[in-house]
Nanobody
Framework: QVQLVESRGGLVQPGGSLRLSCAAS????????MGWYRQAPGKERELVAA???????NYADSVKGRFTISRANAKNTVYLQMNGLKPEDTAVYYC???????????WGQGTQVTVSS
């Protein structure tokens, strides 16, 4: 089992920045990819960004150039730096970890990010 603990989100003005972190504990040796998903009211959960243990990254088109995902393997932590935030980035953000086969998927509790003036 893997436990994921996310940092608190918050309220940010449009154009502002926020960094989320997610710390993994438990059977962390099995983790291959960690990422962030988000779910806005009335919408499906979507991938925001992901990073493998080797450092390969993948971003949703809507956040490319604004968000950066990074991973501190020694700390078993993944970060999501969000710059240039827009109201449409408002959502509950979830940390995710999965093994290479994708047969084991773990989720954090979710943290609310609200972008509003």
């Amino acid at each position: 089992q893997v436990q994921l603990v996310e940092s608190r989100g918050g309220l940010v003005q449009p154009g502002g920045s926020l960094r989320l972190s997610c710390a993994a504990s438990g059977s962390i040796a099995s983790i291959y990819v960690m990422g962030w998903y988000r779910q806005a009211p009335g919408k499906e959960r979507e991938l925001v960004a992901a990073i493998t243990s080797g450092g390969s990254t993948n971003y949703a088109d809507s956040v490319k150039g604004r968000f950066t995902i990074s991973r501190a393997n020694a700390k078993n932590t993944v970060y999501l730096q969000m710059n240039g935030l827009k109201p449409e980035d408002t959502a509950v953000y979830y940390c995710n970890a999965a093994n290479l086969a994708g047969s084991h998927n773990y989720w954090g509790q979710g943290t609310q990010v609200t972008v509003s003036s």
